[in-house]
């Protein structure tokens, strides 16, 4: 589903580059679920944006469902995406105009599926808020904002899910149940799942996982389930 | 995706709102001032036209045949006035009066101002006297001791002495205007017997209609015309008021394009923010699979719709702008206001699309190259916005904007030179500030060291405030000062006690009883000014019929020309070359000439001029050349010769004084003293060009609160700007425990360095501006403008403070937390 062939990503930081990525290569199967894990600054969301096709790398090559992303330019990755991943960000990232319904709704409506309050709505029926739909971000928790992004991530129904220390910015209890939450979403959809994470019980969760250092793969547990 | 339905969800974000409100200001400032201003500028000079009582007037010394008058088209208005002077009688005196008999349907625009008894209270009419009647200035009265209904004898003719005439719209258009006045029916002319073949009388033909009808009228009547007949409009007839006209039209202009400059401000400021708060929408619209092109055409839909939707609310207030102006003038201006145009609406709507193309659209457009990894990382697409090229593209557009709106290249000029060296100016001094600050800043202690550092960490954002704040301010300026220069002009020009009257034939032996009777009443006079007729002759021996360069000049030849004579320079004369009396002795007589007169017929100083005067030959050189000021109302004369060359001409004097309405039975007095003295009444006439100079100055004045609140609200969406980051910080700094006190005084001190700065960037903008302005574009002369330099940074710097305490007081009363979690 995911192939990554010896990916640097180098930035200039004042008159030095930093080399954030180092030659890492990586093959992710349909179905499986990643955690990729290391300390502060090892690379992970970096690692996670050139894998969603949301930046480019300075060197290496990158396959997502078979399409490979360095010959598409922003708007070919972004069409991709749009078939095919869904996202699930620390900060939530609900547009704080839109109701809970509406935030639900946007990525299907940005492809133009004309069912998209429907399944928006059954959508957070399934994360348990149906009597929010009305509500504006502001106007809900944390927890609740989180599970809002889950509806909106499982929504379209993506081949691939990447989560951004989904449970980072909630406490242990909330953070627990939207773990939950996001498996059994998962499972149901069998959905690949990439999930940044630094809290060791939640990359458990995970079938395989990723250990990254100072730019590098230090650890890869390689199992494969399928799904 | 649906754009309404879009837009709907995006103005629930609240940033749409200040981008409305800018593009409705904009597009109600366009139809609403420029409408206001177009209508204004048909009233007035409508209203001018009532100067000539008429839209066109053909003055001549006869009157025309009925052969020639009944070819006229029929639907134009049509009035006669016929003036000259007569004896009236009356049981027990008799006193030479400027009769003026018109028809009925006089006048065709303006009205006349009577009372029902002399010196009464004025009530307007359109009527005039029925035939048998006649109305008399107030001082006629006592002058022919006569009461209302009394008889009154005007050659074979018997008249009712019915009310008191206090003024006439077209009075002293006419040399037998001048002189107590008595109005009659133009019927009642041939009755009397007065005028007869060779009689000294004035015709007027007035007309009224459009313009196509006057241009048939000019048609048909030319062929039977001579030379000695002209036509005259408002241009010809009142010149000073048509330059105070053409002066206010000006200043309308600069003041709607000044405001739809700040208008644009505004604009560009609420996109700007609209577009900074959409950073992270877009990011994660864009992570979601959506394309550039998907969040172009959302994103700019959405502002197309705004300026369709601001359009119409803009009309709608433009419209309800221009009322409530005419409104609050209505009883200035005396006119009901002609109907509008569609001009000014379609002005508006063409000023939403340029701002939105050149203010809006630039910012938000750049939102589709916001990164989709903003999502991931924050500090990642911000640049986007601070590009120069959307500042280029609002000058652009700014300028595109004014040139079609005043369509005067020099005006936009000026304020591209002045925009140029503000936007110089600021960039190099705010960066070069904001690197001293931050030394300073380490060197600063407490509350000061805050400001500085928050100043210094915000600098783009705040050198983009201090930018457009300094505009703002600069147009604000210009117009306030442009504003008072034109009416100190003006002012100046008509100042209140501006002489009213001309006595002239003064006898050499009535100037000693005259200047005791001025003193007797306690009247200052412009002085007594000995006056000899002459002709000039010869030009440096040259007969002036013979000589062809002045062809086009003639006039001033072929008629007498008062000579003066006169020790010292009067005081409102400047010389322009040579010398006042030089010390050497010379051969020949010395004169002083006008400068203009000398221009005219080729004269400089050394030229010898021939004069013929009372039939006797005089030669004399010219040493001096002046300018003098026509408009002082002050005897004034072409030619001044030194004293003792004039004495053996018979001579008489003329001067001029200040007599003000309650006190003209004065006159009857001195007229009573001196009968061979000539009184002139220019009173009337002053009173009218003032009446026009206030109308005009009212409505400038209210075009300039409206420009004055423009700018306060440009004001309000700066601050707005940089509201966000302000909270953010501030918040924290409350979390970390800095009391309210320090935030507060942080804040008012922040603020406060930024209207400093724009203030005195402003300052050297406007009066960069202003020497332009006042220069190329109203014609006046340049002056300097020292307080600007002090209020405009002092008042910027309390200004801006208070209100931007005012805005954030927020982060001072709500707990930090919930600051945090709203941004």
């Known amino acids: 589903m995911i192939h990554a062939e010896n990916v640097s990503k180098r930035v200039q930081v004042a008159d030095s580059e930093l080399c954030i990525l180092k030659g890492t290569s990586l093959e992710i199967k349909r179905g499986e679920s990643v955690a990729i894990i290391g300390p502060s600054g090892s690379g992970k969301s970096t690692l996670l944006g050139l894998l969603a096709g949301l930046d480019e790398p300075t060197d290496g090559d990158i396959w997502l469902a078979g399409e490979h992303l360095n010959a598409l330019d922003e ?83 993506p081949d691939i899910l990447f989560a951004d220390e989904p449970t980072g910015n909630l406490d242990a209890e909330t953070g627990a149940s939207v773990n939950d939450l996001l498996f059994s979403l998962n499972a149901q959809s069998g959905t690949t799942l990439v999930l940044v994470t630094h809290e060791p019980i939640l990359a458990r969760r995970c079938a395989r996982r990723i250990t990254l250092s100072a730019g590098e793969i230090i650890e890869d547990s390689g199992e494969v389930v399928p799904a | 995706m649906n754009h309404l339905r879009w837009l709907m969800r995006e103005w629930r974000g609240g940033e749409l709102a200040l981008l409305l409100v800018s593009l409705v200001l904009a597009v109600t400032i366009v139809s609403g001032v420029a409408g206001f201003a177009d209508r ?26 009925d052969s020639a008058l009944n070819k006229l088209p029929a639907v134009v208005e049509r009035a006669l006035v016929v003036e000259f002077r007569s004896m009236v009688v009356a049981e027990n005196a008799m006193e030479l009066a400027s009769i003026k008999a018109v028809s009925d349907s006089y006048p065709l625009k303006g009205e006349l101002t009577v009372s029902e008894t002399p010196f009464g209270a004025a009530q307007t009419t359109r009527e005039v006297p029925a035939p048998g009647r006649a109305w008399l200035d107030s001082r006629l009265f006592p002058l022919l001791g006569l009461e209302v209904g009394g008889a009154l004898q005007l050659g074979e003719l018997t008249l009712i002495a019915e009310r008191a005439l206090l003024t006439e719209p077209d009075r002293g258009t006419s040399f037998y205007g001048m002189g107590p006045r008595v109005l009659i029916n133009a019927a009642d002319v041939a009755r009397s017997g007065v005028v007869q073949a060779g009689s000294l009388v004035d015709y007027r033909y007035l007309f009224g209609g459009t313009e196509e009808q006057l241009q048939a009228v000019k048609a048909s009547l030319q062929p039977e015309l001579t030379a000695s007949e002209r036509w005259q409009g408002l241009d010809d007839s009142q010149p000073q008021i048509a330059k105070t006209l053409q002066r206010a039209e000006r200043f309308l202009l600069l003041a709607g394009s000044f405001g739809v400059a700040l208008a644009g401000v505004a604009v560009a400021l609420a996109a700007r923010r609209y577009s900074q708060r959409h950073l992270d929408t877009v990011a994660v619209m864009k992570a979601l699979g959506a394309g550039s092109r998907q969040v172009t055409g959302l994103y700019v839909g959405n502002i197309l719709l705004l300026a369709i939707l601001a359009t119409l609310v803009g009309w709608v207030l433009g419209l309800g702008v221009q009322n409530a102006l005419f409104a609050m003038i209505r009883d200035l201006v005396g006119f009901s206001p002609p109907a509008g145009t569609l001009r000014p609406l379609l002005a508006g709507a063409i000023t939403a699309l340029l701002c939105v193309v050149s203010f809006a659209l630039p910012p938000v457009l750049r939102l589709r190259s916001v990164p989709p990894l903003r999502v991931l990382r924050r500090d990642l697409g911000n640049e986007s916005l601070s590009s120069g090229v959307s500042a280029f593209a609002g000058i652009g557009g700014l300028f595109l904007l004014m040139l079609w709106y005043t369509g005067s290249i020099e005006l936009v000029l000026a304020v591209l030179v002045g925009v140029s060296a503000i936007l110089g100016l600021a960039g190099i001094l705010v960066l070069r500030l904001f690197s001293a600050m931050r030394r300073w800043a380490q060197g600063a202690g407490g509350v000061l060291k805050l400001a500085l550092s928050a100043m210094v960490r915000r600098r783009q954002a705040n050198a983009f405030q201090v930018v457009s704040l300094a505009l703002a301010l600069m147009v604000l300026l210009c117009i306030i000062a442009a504003r008072s220069s034109l009416m100190k002009e003006w002012q100046l020009q008509l100042p209140a006690d501006t002489p009213n009257h001309f006595l002239v034939n ?192 009212a409505a ?105 305490w005012w805005f954030c007081r927020e982060v001072i009363v709500a707990p930090p937390l919930q600051v945090l979690r709203r941004l």
């Open chain 2, 506 to 697: 003064i006898a050499p032996d009535q100037v000693g009883p005259v200047n005791d009777w001025f003193e007797r009443q306690d009247i200052d006079s412009a002085g007594l000014f000995p006056m000899v007729r002459g002709r000039l002759v010869t030009i440096d021996g040259r007969d002036v019929q013979e000589i062809p360069e002045i062809e086009a000049n003639r006039g001033s030849v072929n008629r007498e020309i008062n000579l003066s004579w006169s020790d010292a320079l009067p005081g409102d004369n400047r010389l322009t070359a040579g010398q006042w009396w030089p010390d050497a002795s010379a051969s020949l007589p010395r004169v002083s000439v006008e400068d203009e007169f000398a221009e005219r017929l080729g004269i400089s100083v050394g030229t010898k001029l021939g004069f013929r005067i009372g039939g006797l030959p005089l030669e004399a050189e010219v040493t001096s050349l002046r300018s003098l000021s026509w408009d002082s109302m002050r005897p004034n004369f072409f030619l001044l010769f030194e004293p003792g060359v004039l004495d053996n001409y018979p001579s008489s004097s003329i001067t001029s004084f200040y007599l003000d309405a309650a006190d003209k039975v004065l006159l009857n007095d001195l007229l009573r003293q001196f009968p061979t003295i000539t009184l002139i009444e220019m009173d009337a006439v002053i009173r009218q060009a003032r009446t026009v100079v206030e109308q005009v100055s």
């Open chain 2, 700 to 804: 400038l004045e209210l075009v300039l609160v409206l420009i004055i609140g423009c700018a306060l609200l440009v004001g309000v969406a700066n601050i707005q700007a940089s509201l966000d980051s302000r909270l953010h910080e501030n918040a924290i700094l409350r979390t970390l425990g800095a009391s309210r006190q320090l935030i507060r005084t942080c804040l008012l001190a922040e603020f406060a360095m930024i209207g400093l700065v724009a203030g005195l960037l402003a300052g050297v903008g406007a009066e960069l501006c202003l020497y332009l302005i006042q220069t190329r574009l109203l014609d006046m002369s340049a002056s300097w403008h020292p307080l600007l330099w002090v209020v405009s940074p002092l008042g910027a710097a309390l200004v801006v403070a208070v209100s931007g």
């Open chain 2, 40 to 65: 204004l500028q048909r009233g007035i000079v409508g209203e001018s036209h009532k100067f000539l009582a008429a839209d066109l007037v053909l003055k001549t010394p006869r009157s025309l045949p």
């Open chain 1, 75 to 157: 708007d070919g990755r972004a069409a991709l995406r749009s078939k095919l991943v869904g996202f699930v960000f620390q900060s939530f990232q609900l547009l704080p105009g839109l109701t809970a319904l509406e935030n639900v709704m946007l990525p299907l409506e940005l492809r133009g599926d004309r069912r998209a309050a429907k399944v928006a709505r059954d959508y957070l029926e399934r994360v348990g808020l149906a009597h929010r739909l009305d509500h504006y971000p502001r106007q809900l928790s944390g927890g609740e904002q989180q599970r809002v992004a889950l509806a909106r991530a499982f929504a379209p129904q």
